[in-house]
């Protein structure tokens, strides 16, 4: 029988996190050793094919780097060799993206789009039947994919304004609308579509498998992003491109959601994309720096030596220790479905990260950090491409949609729970007893940092319970906008903390390096519990400035005055 995952939410739920730590998720050896030899080859692919410096000056790609791709295995990260995928786990997939995009970008990016929201992430979701058959026989052939989901009204409308209507005889479903901002969108064989069907039952999400080569498929731009130079991203415009009705899946009546195992896939997706990544300039930054400190000296004395360079490293090691630790409590030893809770926040912590720590490097570089590779090349300056990086970053911030929105998704989740469920929540964290491991590993100011999240974990819970009983709608609780992004703030921090001490419940004291976890979860909770104080004291504000007010009065009479100005 195998055991679900455990996850922080039920810690969350139950308002306590039990006697000790959460037994910290280790990727097996064969599992680590197949991720080691697909790194090791797709790493080599890359560099033989790609000079990142020149994809990112061009804004293009090599010609006849898709055709290669198309013939590796690297378009199936995740995929069975039965249709001559690589078979590799979500933790794997996400190295090799990770990988990829520490070489290039755009590239690591292209194989995020292909496994994680692309028909290769949507094909494990697929029933036994034509459509399943169709989207194998493609892939297998090598066809690229993305997801059209974004729309130029904007992404976090609950309906896409893109409509599917069936036809008279019931045989195929004509898709008409927009899309924006589409990865592979320009260079798409099949495209999964996302579309609102108008039904007598009411509204239906319609995932339409889009064949690209149909009459009624244009794309109408080429999306270019001020980081991920190269990367293909468009706008499309279906103009009556028809589907047959096998190919597409449709949701229950007015249930806006994606099926359950889609959902999964994506959420994994967007990890792939944005956390692997976030990861990759972040360890980048980290070599980055301490290259830096070791060659410098001011006024005679080594850059490593004075204080504030010494915190600044500090931070970056335990911020990179963080955010290797957020995700492998994600994705390892877990199913598609479980974890929910920490796939969705690993996105928005891990990319956050990133930029503390990218902003960070730009600072102790100086002039350096914001000088582009071509003016460091003329001048002989060490040609490292920060300014590149610091673009790259801030732009996986809004990738899969803003970070405040997800930090309003995953409150959301959570007060819905509340407000439906609190009352099974006895028994949660008794349940996790058998997987815990002794607390006693840590050292003395972890142990104080425990402490604290488990203070904070029963603090979370009362105010949620008391959230969501204060309104007989969920919806009016919601409307509390900056309330709900706060909450999702401290739970994806306690979480956070969490995993490092857990992680560092697992090393031994002293082993130096970047394994030297205790002493890297010690800064890494230091610096949360002060991000944490912040959240509680706005939290806890009883009065605010009238934001309402004065964005209301301007737009009403101070922007036509500027308009006129203009």
């Known amino acids: 029988m195998t055991t679900a995952a455990l996850s922080f939410v039920d810690a969350l739920y139950a308002g306590r996190l039990g006697r000790d730590l959460f037994r910290y998720p280790v990727q097996s050896a064969p599992d680590r050793s197949a991720g080691d030899a697909v790194v090791a080859e797709l790493t080599a692919f890359l560099r033989d094919r790609l000079d990142p410096d020149e994809v990112d000056l061009t804004g293009t790609l090599p010609e006849g780097f898709l055709d290669d791709l198309r013939k590796s295995g690297y378009l199936k990260l995740c995929l069975g060799p039965e249709i001559g995928g690589l078979d590799l786990s979500a933790y794997n997939a996400f190295r090799a993206v990770e990988h990829a995009a520490g070489h290039c970008m755009p590239a690591g990016q292209m194989l995020a789009i292909q496994a994680g929201v ?21 892939l297998a ?35 008409s609308g927009e899309k924006v901002f589409t990865g592979h969108g320009p260079v798409a064989d099949l495209l999964p579509v996302a579309a609102t069907e108008h039904t007598a039952d009411g509204r239906r999400l319609c995932i339409c498998f889009v064949d690209t080569a149909a ?44 099926p359950d195992l889609m959902a999964s896939a994506v959420l994994i997706g967007q990890l792939y994309f944005t956390a692997a990544p976030a990861l990759a300039i972040a360890k980048l930054c980290r070599r980055w720096s301490g290259e830096f400190v070791t060659r410098r000296r001011i006024n005679g004395r080594a850059l490593s030596e004075y204080d504030e360079i010494q915190r600044m490293l500090g931070e970056t090691l335990a911020e990179v220790y963080a955010m290797e630790s957020v995700v492998q409590w994600g994705l390892v030893g877990s199913g598609p479905q479980e974890r929910w809770f920490e796939r969705l926040t690993a996105k928005n912590l891990a990319v956050r990260t990133c930029w503390r720590i990218v902003d960070r490097t ?34 996986l911030r809004i990738a899969g949609n803003v970070d405040f929105q997800l930090d309003a998704q995953a409150a959301r989740r959570l007060l819905t729970w509340f407000a439906t469920s609190a009352e ?16 006693g590993r840590l050292s003395g100011v972890n142990a104080a940092h425990l402490a604290a999240v488990r203070e904070q974990v029963l603090r979370f819970h009362e105010v949620c319970r008391a959230l969501a009983g204060s309104r007989p709608r969920l919806e009016d609780l919601f409307e509390q906008e900056h309330t709900v992004i706060l909450l999702g703030r401290v739970a994806a921090e306690l979480f956070a903390m969490y995993a490092v001490l857990a992680r560092a419940g697992t090393e031994r004291p002293g082993d130096g390096g970047e394994r030297d976890g205790q002493r890297l979860a010690d800064v890494y909770c230091t610096s949360a519990r002060h991000r944490l104080a912040d959240h509680w004291r706005r939290l806890d504000m009883v009065t605010e400035p009238d934001y309402a007010g004065i964005s209301t009065r301007w737009l009403a009479e101070g922007l036509p005055r500027l308009r006129g100005e203009a």
Do not use: C
């Open 118 to 138: 692309g028909a290769p992430a949507l094909f494990p979701a697929l029933p036994p039947g034509p459509l399943r058959e169709f989207v194998a026989e493609r």
């Open 141 to 175: 052939d090598g066809a690229v994919s993305g997801f059209g989901l974004t729309e130029p009204a904007g992404q976090n409308n609950a309906w896409p304004g893109t409509t599917a209507t069936r036809s008279a005889d019931g045989s195929v479903y004509v898709l």
């Open 215 to 258: 009459a009624g498929f244009e794309v109408t731009s080429r999306v270019e992003f001020t980081g991920s130079r190269g990367l293909p991203n468009g706008a499309l415009r279906l103009d009556g491109v028809e589907v047959p009705a096998e190919y597409v899946v449709r949701s229950e009546p007015e249930d806006p959601r994606f």
């Open 362 to 395: 730009v600072s102790l570089y100086g002039a350096e950090g914001i000088e582009t590779l071509p003016s460091k090349l003329r001048r002989g300056a060490v040609p490292v491409p920060l300014e590149r990086r610091l673009r790259d970053a801030r732009g």
């Open 424 to 439: 099974d929540a006895s028994g949660l964290a008794d349940g996790l007893g058998a997987e815990h491991t002794d607390e």
